[in-house]
């Protein structure tokens, strides 16, 4: 994600006033990541989706507001009704890598790793795991942190990836490879991740644990 992401802004109202928006560097790391998994079935996707502004030309990479909440909803919905339940698993997994690459190579990535550097190895991961909270909730949508004795949480409180699709089999968004990527880099450690909650299987939320 781009830089000035340490001054990252808390989601903007919609048109409507009443809308959260996604800002542009979020929403051209999703456009990037289709256009390599979709090849000609990118420009039909974007139609469908109602997102056909950007066939021609990627939102900028900045955090002006690119998009709606309810427009990423859809528009993973369609990624998910073009290729079926496993092919877009593994379209999230890719995404996630990329954005978590992106990150650790922004100011604010490389910010985060010189402050873990400075805390004891024993507070990192749950000072990553309130620190991801939060800048989520500031350039997706709401997250929260939670801890008990065997791991710490993070809950989306607003999965967009989950927010259309219902009976997946299997937990489907893909960010627990994100959280995972991002927690070896910037705490110096490998943190088994595992999503213990998805939405998309009939749960109220998506919930990771990063365990202890």
């Known amino acids: 994600m781009a830089s000035g992401l340490n001054k990252a802004p808390t989601a903007a109202p919609g048109p409507a006033g009443g809308e959260a928006t996604i ?11 289709l256009q390599a998994s979709c090849g000609q079935q990118y420009e ?9 502004r950007f066939q021609h ?19 993973f919905k369609v990624v998910y009704d073009m290729l079926g339940e496993e092919l877009t698993r593994l ?11 992106y990150l650790l190579h922004s100011p604010r990535g490389q910010q985060l790793i010189t402050q873990a550097a400075q805390l004891p190895p024993e507070q990192r991961l ?36 989950c927010a259309g699709i219902h009976g997946a089999a299997a937990p489907f968004c ?3 490879t994100l959280y ?4 070896k880099a910037v705490i110096g450690q490998r ?22």
């Open 126 to 161: 749950g000072w990553f795991v309130r620190e991801t909270a939060l800048f989520s909730g500031r350039t997706w949508t709401p997250h929260t942190a939670s801890e008990d004795a065997s791991a710490w949480y993070l809950t989306n409180e607003q999965c967009l990836v």
């Open 91 to 101: 379209f999230h997994r890719n995404n996630n890598l990329a954005i978590a690459e």
């Open 57 to 75: 030309t990627l939102p900028p990479d900045d955090w002006n507001p690119a998009g709606t909440t309810t427009e990423i909803a859809r528009l």
């Open 23 to 33: 800002p542009g560097q979020s929403l051209r790391q999703i456009l990037l990541t």
């Open 180 to 183: 995972a990527h991002m927690a």
């Open 191 to 212: 943190v088994r991740v595992v999503e213990v909650e998805c939405a998309a299987m009939g749960a109220p939320h998506c919930k990771y644990a990063l365990y202890k």
């Open 44 to 52: 039909p996707l974007l139609k469908a989706a109602g997102l056909a």
């Open 174 to 176: 893909g960010s627990a």
